[in-house]
């Protein structure tokens, strides 16, 4: 089992940076991918970016690559994401996923959920 706990979500206005961190736990976190979803309302969970478990691939949806990046370090068993330049439409409930097999892309077939944090962007 994975818990994940995310943070660092919050208000920022329009152009500002954030940086969200994922808490992992729990048996073998340092040899499971990660990555990170958000999700509006009304909307479909959205695959951001995604990292491979030793941090030597990085995977990135067009929407957000050049401005969002995510790293990860081991040690201590936690993944960031870092995002730049944001934009009234990244507002939304962003979530920390993890997964034992294969890279987090596509939400449904994800194995481990954090809980979430909101992200929002003011004009």
């Known amino acids: 089992q994975v818990q994940l706990v995310e943070s660092g979500g919050g208000l920022v206005q329009a152009g500002g940076s954030l940086r969200l961190s994922c808490a992992a736990s729990?048996?073998?976190?340092?040899?499971?991918?990660m990555g990170w979803f958000r999700q509006s309302p009304g909307k479909e969970r959205e695959f951001l970016a995604a990292?491979?478990?030793?941090?030597?691939?990085?995977y990135y949806a067009d929407s957000v690559k050049g401005r969002f990046a995510i790293s990860r370090d081991n040690a201590k068993n936690t993944v960031w994401l870092q995002m730049n330049s944001l934009k009234p439409e990244d507002t939304a409930v962003y979530y920390c996923?993890?997964?034992?097999?294969?890279?987090?892309?596509?939400?449904?077939?994800?194995?481990?959920w954090g809980q979430g944090t909101q992200v929002t962007v003011s004009s």
């Open positions: 996923a993890a997964d034992r097999t294969v890279v987090p892309q596509r939400s449904g077939t994800v194995e481990y």
């Open positions: 729990g048996r073998t976190v340092s040899s499971i991918a």
């Open positions: 990292i491979s478990w030793s941090g030597a691939r990085t």
